[in-house]
DNA sequence: GTCTATACACTGATAGAC
DNA sequence: GTCTATCAGTGTATAGAC
């Protein structure tokens, strides 16, 4: 029971991840999505941005789900952290790299141009950061060496997109869990 | 003695870097850089694809010095490397967190598109690292480190200009120097 | 709520005079 | 080498019938 305002949400998500912001034209989501432009602007008045807005909430709110269930599967924080990066890595390259880090590339965009864009990728960092630093609450560090985490796997994204390669991801993974062990 | 071609050049690396490749239009890239549209085609007969690929070679190498001659002003390879990321944060504070990461978000928006661009790129993401591999040899895991420090660092820029708060380096760079440490 | 047709600005790119 | 005028295509957004 896919509703017309969910399927444009997703097909969005799909397209921004993929593309980014500019890239991704209204004609292409409606196309794509098989659903007509007067409903766009029925359910999303605001236009590109607020539907934009709506489909990166709705993916930040799907990975925080996914961090919070991946990370309470293993006790020790610094193995369950290293397999969930691990895991990032093998499906960026399923992907054939072209997706991975559902809103990097919006923030990218936006951080100079939307300031409600921003705010909605700024909001949704601070939930997974804090997600991190709860599996670490036993660390004197927790909150910075979460701020690391979000920061190299974001940047690890980039390189493994970047040189069609997961080694980068790996590589942080290995790394972020030789921090947190000490 | 900047030459019409240089003019273009280095405004097209400003504005890539604050606004992306989709969203910097040649038509702003000529009137900023006062360069008429006809110089354009006869110095980039490729377009865009050519002037940003020229754009992201030329400043991906001024980086590259920059991080060479700083590495090498102080000797302990944690502390270089801790003031490199400092004085980042603070570059991208004082651009109103409207700039960093020069080729940061040309890399994902055309990772899935121009390959010429993604591996230009990539080759650019690999000279960085080498630099701070070298930095690092003394170090068993010296390879892997960099690609560490070259995540991190690109995904901070990403959280300081997303939050407009220069914390995420600093935090970045703390924990990269912890880890080096040992 | 759904759909089509269309307005209007702007994009990258080109032609041709100078 | 430089500059202007202009092309064809696409972008977001809207009007109005159903």
């Known amino acids: 029971m896919a509703t017309t305002r969910d399927q444009l949400i997703e ?6 991840e993929m593309q980014g912001y500019h890239a991704t034209g209204l004609n292409q989501i409606i196309k794509e999505s098989e659903t007509p432009k007067g409903s766009l602007y029925y359910h999303f008045p605001g236009g590109k941005e607020e539907l934009a807005i709506e489909a990166v909430s709705y993916v930040g709110r799907i990975v925080l789900n996914r961090i919070t269930e991946n990370l309470a599967e293993i006790d020790d924080p610094a193995e369950a952290i290293k397999m969930f990066i691990r895991n990032i890595a093998v499906n960026v390259e399923r992907s054939g790299y072209r997706a991975g880090g559902p809103i990097t590339t919006i923030a990218l965009e936006t951080a100079s ?3 409600s864009l921003r705010e909605t990728c700024h909001r949704i960092y601070s939930e997974w950061q804090t997600a991190f630093a ?7 560090r927790a ?6 985490i979000i920061a190299s796997i974001e940047g690890g994204v980039i390189l493994c997109r ?8 790996e590589r942080v993974a290995d790394e972020v869990a030789a921090l947190i062990a000490g």
């Open 113 to 115: 141009g939307s300031d």
């Open 11 to 16: 097909k969005t998500c799909e397209l921004l």
């Open 143 to 148: 909150e910075s060496i979460a701020t690391l």
């Open 162 to 169: 970047t040189s069609r390669s997961r080694t980068p991801l």
């Open 134 to 140: 709860e599996k670490l609450s036993d660390h004197p």
